[in-house]
């Protein structure tokens, strides 16, 4: 079940929100600690959907700060109103007992929240809820690290009755998201953007849209993306929109992890059946694979993993994805130069040959230096830590220069694989634009923003530019290919790439 919070300040507000919510919800909680005047009767009257009351006080996270008496006067009201259920915190529980209402169909919801932490002893707290005579128990806690949520989805795989527990914060959004797999009675979205009632609460059509919350079952494939930072990123609306276009039960989730070590070893029980891993862990990660694909072996660097029953497959999606997008470009500006059968004709290898300047020795600069160099163009590395420069050149089969002799290199081909120029830095660039100059092919593998100031004067000066969206596209495509089995549509993935980096 989805559960709407109402945070409106006023009863008339909240009826109007309640009508709004009852559209797209299974249920309502109305936090009639954000009220001035909680109207209990008018409000229990104009609900459409069954109603939990809360009137949280502000040691659990609410906003009631009166005192205890009138907190709990409120509750014991609305159960005399036959309200569907009170939520009643886990220090307040002896008021049931004290104050038994025989003829109500009220439920009670026994809450427990912890807005500093995941604590240790968290079956004793289940323990004790679950002893309080309550009908349903509720354990929300704050996730500091990924791997908590991982100890909230053992409490709920163990628990025995109803219960209603996930993390709050970035960290716990994922067990929001899968609240279906975890176990978890109902999961909470908020109305829009802006009423939330916890930290890192979502709104109701991300969770419905993005994430096809309503369609996810005990069937549903995981998968989902590992880095830190990860909140900006746009795979998971490509990957969750593939899923849905293409039938397939998958749903693709942010993982933010800052200890790899531990996230590999505790989320193997989820069973997550393919990874994107990005920055910081494309090397990092490999220590934790059963088998690596040759060509991200000998780059040293994995931006995909496959679960192929428990076994984890380590692969390299960026470095095709980059070469067939430079392939792209100059056979296109070739084509435009000289007509499309010449072109063609003359550049089956298009790379073959050519001066490629790359400027970085990252992870992106690694897979397209040996992808690059398969296809016989003579790289020269520019990185600012210029003993990576070297040791990529080494490995790669390529020359290395000092980060300073960038301004006066020269080349047919430059790419920029730093993320100098990505936002919200967007006035920067990498090359004064005197070394631009006409006939060059300039590679930014940014895409936000899609053009890049690079890119603008490279485009000014006579050049052939092409932007890091292409390349993020194919090698998205090729992940999910990968997972699937399934090949999909390159301008569908672009369509919705676009939308997003432009919505945002
Ligand atoms: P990475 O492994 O962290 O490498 C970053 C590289 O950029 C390093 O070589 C680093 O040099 C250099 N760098 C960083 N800040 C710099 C600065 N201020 N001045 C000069 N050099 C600087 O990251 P990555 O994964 O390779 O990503 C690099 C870029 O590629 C990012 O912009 C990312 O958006 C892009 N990318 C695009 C795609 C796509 O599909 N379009 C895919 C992957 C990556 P040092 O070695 O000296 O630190």
């Known amino acids: 079940m989805i559960c709407i919070p109402i945070v409106a300040d006023n009863p008339e507000s909240a009826l109007q929100d309640m009508a709004e919510a009852s559209k797209v919800a299974d249920i309502i909680e109305l936090r009639v600690d954000y009220m001035k005047n909680p109207d209990l009767k008018r409000l229990l009257e104009g609900r459409i959907l069954p109603v939990i009351v809360t009137n949280r006080p502000v040691r659990e996270g609410g906003r009631f700060s009166g005192n205890e008496e009138e907190r709990l006067a409120l509750l014991k009201r609305a159960r005399e109103l036959q309200a569907d259920y009170i939520d009643i915190e886990h220090d307040s529980v002896q008021y049931l007992s004290a104050h038994r209402a025989p003829a109500t169909k009220t439920k009670i919801i026994v809450s427990y929240h912890n807005f500093r932490e995941t604590p240790n002893d968290l079956t004793n707290v289940y323990q004790r809820l679950s002893q309080s005579g309550a009908d349903i128990i509720k354990i929300v806690t704050f996730a500091n690290t990924i791997t908590d949520n991982i100890r909230i989805y053992r409490l709920l795989q163990q628990a025995e009755m109803p219960t209603i527990s996930f993390c709050m914060g970035e960290y716990g959004m994922i067990s929001r998201i899968l609240y279906k797999r975890f176990g978890s009675y ?139 997008v430079l392939e792209d470009t100059i056979q296109r500006s070739s084509g435009s130069m000289q007509g499309e059968n010449d072109a063609l004709s003359k550049n089956n290898l298009p790379l073959k040959g050519k001066n490629v300047a790359l400027l970085g020795a990252g992870g992106a600069a690694r897979a397209i230096a040996f992808g690059l160099k398969e296809r016989g163009a003579l790289i020269t590395i520019y990185n600012r830590n210029y003993g990576r420069a070297q040791s990529l050149a080494r490995d790669a089969g390529c020359l290395s220069r000092k980060y300073e002799d960038i301004h006066s290199l020269v080349a047919d081909i430059v790419i920029n694989a730093t993320p100098i120029g990505m936002f919200p830095k967007v006035n920067e660039t990498p090359l004064d634009k005197s070394i631009l100059k006409p006939g060059m092919v300039i590679f930014d593998t940014i895409y936000n923003p899609l053009e890049t100031k690079l890119l603008q004067e490279a485009r000014r000066q006579g050049c052939t530019v092409v932007g890091g969206l292409p390349m993020f596209v194919r090698q998205a495509a090729a992940q999910f290919k990968l997972w699937t089995g399934q090949t999909p549509s390159l301008e569908l993935i672009e369509k919705v790439a676009l939308e997003k980096l432009r919505g945002a």
């Open 186 to 324: 109902l999961t909470f979205a908020s109305l829009k953007t802006g009423k939330e009632s916890a930290p890192g609460q979502m709104n109701i059509n991300e969770l419905l849209n993005t994430y096809q919350i309503r369609k996810q079952d005990n069937h549903t494939s995981i998968y989902g993306l590992i880095g830190n930072p990860v909140s900006h990123s746009i795979s998971p609306v490509i990957h969750n929109t593939l899923f849905r276009e293409m039938n397939c039960n998958g749903v693709y989730v942010p993982f933010k992890v800052d200890n790899i070590n531990e996230f590999m070893r505790e989320f193997r029980e989820l069973h997550v059946k393919g990874f994107s891993v990005t920055i910081p862990h494309k090397q990092s990660v490999m220590g934790h694979i059963n088998e690596i694909d040759p060509i991200a072996q000998r780059i040293g660097a994995v931006n995909t993993l496959l679960n192929k029953d428990g076994q984890l497959a380590g692969f390299n999606t960026d470095c095709e994805a980059a070469v067939k």
